[in-house]
């Protein structure tokens, strides 16, 4: 399996080649300067892993990587880069499964290990931004303002109850049970019980004990 480094920066290219020989992969390395080049060695070999910084290499935006990785769905790419967006980040890691995240102040124990889990096909996100991620995610459950009774019904909903069930628990008309589910989801961003249960278990108005029970 080929390493190919997409990175335009002569100094983080020295660097990996360094590394990958240290890990004794430096016969498997490809370089690649821009996306024709990169193209080509993935056509060479479609099951390359694929180190690319993504804020300096040719690639316009997410989509391109989109594209990249439906054309070459064995390939594996790890983005080693300075600085991406939580919503960048959200946004690749699900549409591209085959992708790691790597920021380049990671320690060299991570940057080992998400070399060594792509080249065995599995994903790793690095301690920062899966701590990024966490800390967005906080904030949207932050943001959203529930009331008494929409967490109690958000609770009755996530422990699978329907809306009739939920209505004669409470004393409630359908109607009214089915307006407050409606603005619940408008609430959380949620199409369907089964994001709404996993914001409730996220936010604690679920324990998970008794959700597993």
């Known amino acids: 399996m080929n390493i190919i480094l ?3 920066q002569d100094i983080t290219r020295a660097g990996l080649i360094y590394l990958l020989e240290r890990m004794k992969l430096g016969d498997d390395i490809r370089i690649a300067t821009d996306k024709i080049e990169l193209m080509y060695h993935l056509k060479e070999d479609p099951t390359s892993v694929v180190i690319v910084d993504y804020t300096l290499f040719d690639l316009n935006d997410v989509s391109s990587l989109e594209n990249l990785s439906m054309r070459f769905k064995q390939a594996m790419f790890v983005l080693f880069s300075d600085d ?3 919503a960048f980040v959200s946004r690749l890691l699900a549409s591209v499964p085959k992708s790691s995240i790597l920021l380049k102040d990671s320690p060299m124990f991570e940057i080992r290990a998400c070399i060594e889990e792509a080249l065995k096909g599995q994903r790793y996100i690095c301690q ?3 701590g990024m991620l966490v800390a967005t995610e906080t904030k949207k459950d932050e943001a959203v303002k ?3 009774t929409e967490k109690e019904i958000l609770k009755d909903i996530a422990m699978g109850m329907t809306t009739k069930e939920i209505a ?3 004393f409630s008309s359908f109607h009214t049970v089915n307006t407050h589910r409606k603005n619940i989801f408008r609430k959380l961003g949620v199409n369907n ?3 709404a249960t ?3 278990l996220r936010a604690g108005i679920v324990d998970e004990a008794e959700y597993y029970i």
Request: glycine letters at 0%.
């Open 168 to 170: 004669a628990k409470r």
């Open 6 to 8: 997409a990175d335009n």
């Open 198 to 200: 996993k914001y409730a």
């Open 146 to 148: 529930l009331t008494k």
């Open 193 to 195: 019980a089964h994001e």
């Open 128 to 130: 920062h931004a899966a």
């Open 84 to 86: 991406l967006s939580p």
